[in-house]
């Protein structure tokens, strides 16, 4: 499976979305229904960390994804916080970008940062 999404063992309002290997339309679409899903049944807010670990390739269309994501955001994500350490995850931050220039709800709070450790400490200042 090319991606896994899990809650932090040490911080139960963030879910870890990590991908690898090669990542299809459909596997984006599963990310976001398991995500928005352990989200709505979160009390209080969550944040999420995106990681793109050894990914090979990513589709084309990802936008059309971020749009549908938009659409059906839970009203209680926080921040969503990209790890941009690896070219493809350079990519995703600068499609995340690209969201925020044309609106999408999905990318209106969104950090992107260099590292997992840089991730936490965006949460923690989204928080304070």
């Known amino acids: 499976?090319?991606?896994r999404v899990y809650i932090d063992d040490?911080?139960?309002n963030i879910i870890h979305n990590i991908y690898s290997g090669h990542i299809t339309l459909q596997d984006y679409y599963d990310v976001i229904e398991k995500t928005y899903e352990m989200i709505r049944n979160t009390d209080g807010t969550v944040h999420t960390i995106l990681r793109y670990e050894n990914v090979t390739s990513n589709p084309p269309d990802v936008?059309?994804?971020m749009r549908e994501a938009s659409r059906t955001l839970p009203p209680n994500i926080g921040l969503?916080?990209?790890?941009a350490d690896t070219p493809r995850a350079k990519v995703a931050a600068s499609l995340a970008k690209?969201?925020?220039r044309l609106g999408m709800a999905l990318t209106e709070n969104i950090a992107v940062v260099k590292s997992?450790?840089?991730a936490y400490v965006a949460i923690?200042?989204?928080i304070a």
């Open 10 to 12: 040490h911080h139960p």
């Open 124 to 126: 923690k200042n989204s």
């Open 1 to 3: 499976m090319p991606y």
């Open 80 to 83: 969503r916080v990209v790890v």
């Open 98 to 100: 690209m969201g925020r």
């Open 63 to 65: 936008m059309k994804v």
């Open 116 to 118: 997992i450790d840089e």
